[in-house]
Every structure is written in structure tokens, then in C-alpha cells.
């Protein structure tokens, strides 16, 4: 009888082969019970991988399209909340200025004012929020800035009343401040002077969702606030006259609380178009993939079998290379 014999060097780089094959297919097996899908695309497909490259490039591209939407739908609320807290600061300017007559107290008069002036300050604030380093109110811009300081807007503001010397005056002077071509949107918006380009929601339609802090309606809103704010600055104008401006501001309060309600409800029109496309993005995305598991799919129970008999597998060879390498001499002999 022919014995063959294989030597030690030999034996070990078959253990090696047969070890490294067994750790291949271990790892093709975990994905596929792990994913339910054949990791040989070629072998599961007989050859045929078209639909399957299709499959994927479609799922790639509606990633892509939530990424999009994904961003849209964090600037898109991120902007509704800050034009909600500006409407809120008014909210905080006490309407009890419905009740302001000629014989009010200069004190009240004056905590009135500084409520509003706390409002504005808090309203440029707000303007200059930001989400992911990107302002939400600057336009086009990447700049961080959108505004100039409160306080120095302010300043300017009071300078420009400086010849105010009644109600009318100083209700003129502050329309003419925010107005279109005003100091406001020439000087105090340093943002750019073009809108946001509209996000793209993948299926041929886009959304506006950008709001700039010259608006026309945050510009009113803000001027609305500044007129009962320059009350506690200062100006050389009879306490009668203060009161008329007061008076007289309380329904401006209210107009330009409505201004910034329907800029939010634009934005809210917007979040719902952002709403559907994630909707209709979740059900394509469905649809592909429930494609792609008709055409890869990998059954758990065989698969699970064969991962288990793998494991034995790899378990034996370690077991008998232990053995082997206990071996000697002398146990050989015995």
C-alpha cells in the first residue's frame, strides 16, 4: 500500500488555508444573518446585477434627497422658533399701555419703555441665530453676523430723533428709520441682500424657507417695538407728548406681532412641503429595499445553520492544533 505523508510545514500551511477560509466565510455569514442579505450580489443574481446596480444607485440618491431634506427641516424650524420668540418678546411688552392718558406717571411711562427696549435687544438677538454655523436671517450669506449690535442701532436711532419734539415727530422718525432705504437696512443688516437659494426636496419641487432680518415685516415689527423703547432715552419732548406715543403704540404692537405671525405661518406652510417629502422619501426608500430583499434575500434559518457548523469547524482546528503542538518526542515513542 502507497503511504503518503505530508510534511510539517505543509500540514501547517493547509491548517492556514483551510482556517483563513473558514474566517471568510464566518464573516459572510454574520453579514448575511445580520443584514438578510447575500453578500455574493453576482452568485445570488446568476450573473445578472443590473436591477441590483439600479436598486442601489436609487437608494444612494434618495439619501442624498434626506440629507437635503434633513438640513431643510432643521434651518426650517430652527427659523419658526426664532420669529416665535420674537413674537413672544412683544407678547412681553405690557398691553397694559392700552390704558395710558395724559395724567400716567412718568414712572410708568418709563418701565413701559424699558420693557420694549429689553424686547428689541432681545429681537435683534434673535435675529442673529445661527444652526450649524449657518444664520438663519442673513440671506445668502455665510457670514455669521446679520446685525449690528443692539446698542448701537439703538444709539443711532435715538441720534436720528434727536430734533423730535412730538408724538408725530418721533412715530416719523422711527417709520423713516426702518423704511425701505433706511438706516436699518443700509447700515444696521449686514447680511446680503439676497434671499436664500430655496432647498431642493428631490422630487422636482423646492421650498423658500429663508426669512432676512430686512424684511419688510420684521423691519415694521422692530419699529413697532423701537417706538416705545426710545421713550426711556432721553428725548427733549414734553411728558404728554410721551404718553400720545405710547398710547398710540399699542395697536403698532399688535400689527407688528401679526407681521412676524405671518412670516412664521410661511415657515410652517414650508415645514409641511419638508413634511411630505420625508414621507415620500421613507416610502421610496421602502419600496427599494423591499426590492433589493426579493432579489437578495438570504435565509436566516440556513443561513444560521451554516454559521453554527462554521463556528465547529473553526472551534476543531483550534482544538487540534492545541493538541498537536503538546506533542514530543518521547509522547511520540510511547
Avoid at 167 to 174: E, L, N, Q, R, T
Wanted: no cysteine.
Amino acid at each position: 500500500m502507497t503511504v503518503t505523508t505530508i510534511g510539517d510545514l505543509a500540514q501547517t500551511f493547509k491548517q492556514r488555508t483551510v482556517g483563513n477560509r473558514l474566517h471568510r466565510d464566518l464573516g459572510t455569514l454574520n453579514f448575511e444573518l445580520t443584514t438578510g442579505l447575500k453578500r455574493d450580489v453576482a452568485k445570488a443574481v446568476g450573473g445578472n446585477t443590473g436591477p441590483v446596480a439600479s436598486i442601489e444607485r436609487a437608494l444612494t440618491h434618495l439619501e442624498a434627497q434626506s440629507t437635503a431634506v434633513k438640513e431643510a427641516s432643521i434651518f426650517a424650524g430652527a427659523t419658526g422658533i426664532a420669529l416665535s420668540a420674537m413674537s413672544t418678546r412683544i407678547e412681553g411688552i405690557d398691553l397694559g399701555a392700552m390704558t395710558i392718558t395724559h395724567e400716567t406717571s412718568a414712572l410708568q411711562i418709563d418701565g413701559l419703555a424699558k420693557s420694549a427696549r429689553i424686547a428689541f435687544v432681545g429681537m435683534i438677538s434673535d435675529l442673529g441665530t445661527q444652526t450649524a454655523g449657518r444664520p438663519l436671517f442673513g440671506g445668502a450669506s455665510g457670514n455669521a453676523q446679520v446685525t449690528r449690535g443692539a446698542e448701537d442701532i439703538m444709539a443711532d436711532l435715538v441720534s436720528s430723533l434727536a430734533g423730535a419734539t412730538s408724538a408725530k415727530d418721533i412715530k416719523d422718525g422711527v417709520t423713516a428709520y426702518f423704511a425701505d432705504g433706511g438706516p436699518f437696512q443700509t447700515k444696521d443688516y449686514v447680511g446680503v441682500p439676497v434671499d436664500l437659494a430655496p432647498f431642493d426636496l428631490g422630487d422636482g419641487s423646492r421650498v423658500e424657507v429663508g426669512v432676512r432680518a430686512d424684511d419688510p415685516a420684521i423691519r415694521e415689527a422692530l419699529a413697532e417695538v423701537a417706538r416705545i423703547a426710545v421713550l426711556g432715552e432721553g428725548l427733549p419732548v414734553s411728558h404728554e407728548a410721551r404718553a400720545d406715543v405710547l398710547s398710540g403704540g399699542v395697536t403698532g404692537l399688535l400689527q407688528g406681532q401679526n407681521k412676524l405671525i405671518g412670516l412664521e405661518a410661511g415657515v410652517g406652510l414650508a415645514t409641511a412641503s419638508i413634511d411630505d417629502a420625508k414621507v415620500r422619501i421613507g416610502t421610496e426608500r421602502n419600496g427599494f429595499e423591499l426590492a433589493r430583499l426579493d432579489l437578495l434575500a438570504a435565509d436566516p434559518y440556513d443561513t444560521a445553520i451554516r454559521l453554527k457548523q462554521t463556528e465547529n469547524q473553526i472551534s476543531m482546528i483550534y482544538t487540534l492544533t492545541a493538541r498537536l503542538s503538546e506533542l514530543s518526542l518521547v509522547s511520540y515513542l510511547r
